[in-house]
Structures are given as C-alpha cells and as structure tokens.
C-alpha cells in the first residue's frame, strides 16, 4: 500500500522559513515526478512546484526564487524548502505522486 506523509509544517513568521518533507512508502521516489500543492482557506488546490525524474524542477511564479524542491534518493523522500516565507504561503502543503496525495501539512504565516 502506498503511503505518502508530509511533515514539516508549522507556524513562523512572515519573513522566516520551513522546510516540508514528503516521504514514501510503498513506492520509489524516482522516473515519475513528484508535486507540492497547496491549499489556502476558500481556495482551490494549486501548484506549487514539482521535480521529475531526471531531476528538473518547476514552481508556480508566486514562489519561484523563493522555495525550493529537492528528492533524496537514499531516502525516498522530497522536500520542499520554503524561505522568505509571506503571510499568503498560509495553506495546507500536500505531496502528490502518481495517483497518490499525502494527508498535508499546515503551514501559517503570521504577518
């Protein structure tokens, strides 16, 4: 059974940074890419960055320059690296891979 789990969330003020994990079992972490999404109160589900198998990475343009996405083979896991974090990163954070999504992870930024 797959398994996906993110942790990492938290509380921090505007300004300030996080680091999420996504880890998971029951699957390699590897030729399919792997997503961050989030979700904001009153909002759709949306993009935040994804890297693919080879390694290449994309983010939304509200976050470019800003966060960054990595995957640690060895591990099986992708983190998202999160820094100059604003009150409007406020969200639910979830991993996605194929077919999957974890359960999420809430990130508030306080203003």
């Known amino acids: 059974q797959v398994q996906l789990v993110e942790s990492g969330g938290g509380l921090v003020e505007a300004g300030g940074s996080l680091r999420l994990s996504c880890a998971a079992s029951g699957t390699i972490f590897e030729v399919y890419p792997v997503y961050w999404y989030r979700q904001a109160p009153g909002h759709q589900r949306e993009f935040v960055a994804h890297?693919?198998?080879?390694?290449?990475?994309n983010y939304a343009d509200s976050v470019k320059g800003r966060f960054t996405i990595s995957r640690d083979i060895a591990r099986n896991t992708v983190s998202l690296e999160m820094s100059t974090l604003k009150p409007e990163d406020t969200a639910i954070y979830y991993c996605?891979?194929?077919?999957?999504w974890g359960q999420g992870t809430q990130v508030t930024v306080s203003s």
């Open positions: 890297i693919t198998g080879d390694g290449s990475t």
């Open positions: 996605h891979f194929r077919a999957w």
